[in-house]
């Protein structure tokens, strides 16, 4: 028989959109099945210095539609140590917590991984991260959302390169995977597209854009990864090919934290209210220490350590399409 009454949520890493809906999600499937929930602030900082919060349904009202975590995030240097996680251990205990529910990414589920090993807590984990680079789930929370806002940024910044005859470099988040980069580039018809899966090397994206001119192209947008090794960074590329190509205006926009925020799509919306009842689902199945996940659109449950142990894989496909449409 279940043994679990009281359930923890809380988010950490960067911000997504979504992250709302799977907090909503949460709550309230925990009130469907009678259990109590917990907010817990600022991630695992919070949950060390004990920022906890009762929730019931009418907490999370008109929440699905905003943007950020009503639960806010924050980085836990403390959480690291063996010390730290104890303190959030006894704080868990004092609080009646049987189980506990992590929105976040990578980062976040490492440290969900060790804590549920060391203290036999059992922990679910719910993807929420702008990048898409969590392995063992088609998509995450936020993904779909920052790919609509920087396709809609591209679509605005086109409208000006045509006007002046510009080449831009347009800079979107991405550090170790290019899946932002990637799909939005093709969505926004981008002439090039950077990613750190695959080094174009200078010379080759020069020449690339040399027969862009000469097949009459009188502007270009080029989509870069933030991870992408091309350049030492964005300014230095654009530099550089003002050198080579003396007859493009470059210009620079990096996007930065406008793919975070925002109110989230219909899809993340629905993705998240899926995972977050699938995760309390989970712990009234007895599973712990994994991530529920999103495959083939069906709901699936995934060990912590597959989701950390492989890299992101390039999508060929999506290559090839990027190149026949850029010609």
Do not use: W
Not at 113 to 135: K, R
Not at 172 to 190: E, F, K, S, Y
Not at 259 to 266: A, D, F, M, N, T
């Amino acid at each position: 028989m279940n043994s679990i009454k009281k359930i923890g949520v809380l988010t950490s890493g960067g911000d997504a959109p979504g992250m709302n809906a799977a907090i909503r999600a949460v709550v309230r499937a925990c009130v469907y099945n009678k259990l109590d929930c917990v907010g817990i602030y600022r991630g695992y900082q919070g949950l060390i210095e004990g920022e906890f919060k009762k929730m019931n349904a009418r907490s999370v009202k008109n929440i699905i539609n905003r943007g950020g975590t009503i639960l806010k995030s924050a980085r836990s240097n403390d959480f690291f140590a063996k010390e730290g996680r104890q303190i959030a251990y006894d704080k868990l205990k004092l609080e009646g917590i049987d189980a506990l529910i992590t929105i976040g990414g990578d980062g976040t589920f490492t440290g969900a991984s060790v804590f549920s090993e060391e203290y036999n807590i059992p922990i679910i984990g719910i993807p929420g991260t702008i990048d898409n680079d969590i392995n063992g789930t088609d998509y995450t929370i936020g993904y779909d959302t920052a790919l609509n806002t920087v396709v809609e940024a591209i679509d605005k910044i086109r409208d000006t390169a045509n006007s002046h005859n510009r080449l831009f470099l347009i800079e979107v988040m991405g550090r170790d995977a290019g899946d932002i980069a990637l799909n939005a580039g093709i969505g926004a018809g981008a002439e090039e597209i950077l990613i750190p899966e695959q080094d174009m090397g200078r010379d080759r994206l020069i020449e690339s854009l040399k027969r862009s001119k000469n097949s009459g192209k009188t502007s270009s947008i080029i989509v870069v990864s933030e991870g992408d090794q091309i350049g030492k960074n964005i300014f230095k590329l654009a530099s550089y090919i003002e050198d080579k190509l003396t007859s493009y205006e470059v210009r620079v926009t990096v996007l930065g934290h406008i793919q975070r925020g925002g109110s989230p799509s219909c899809y993340d919306r629905v993705l998240a209210s899926r995972l977050g009842i699938g995760a309390v689902d989970a712990l009234l199945e007895n599973k712990k220490n994994m991530m529920v996940g999103i495959r083939h659109n069906k709901l699936i449950y995934v060990p912590f350590i597959e989701t950390l142990k492989t890299t992101n894989k390039l999508d060929l496909e999506l290559i090839r399409v990027a190149d026949i449409t850029s010609i």
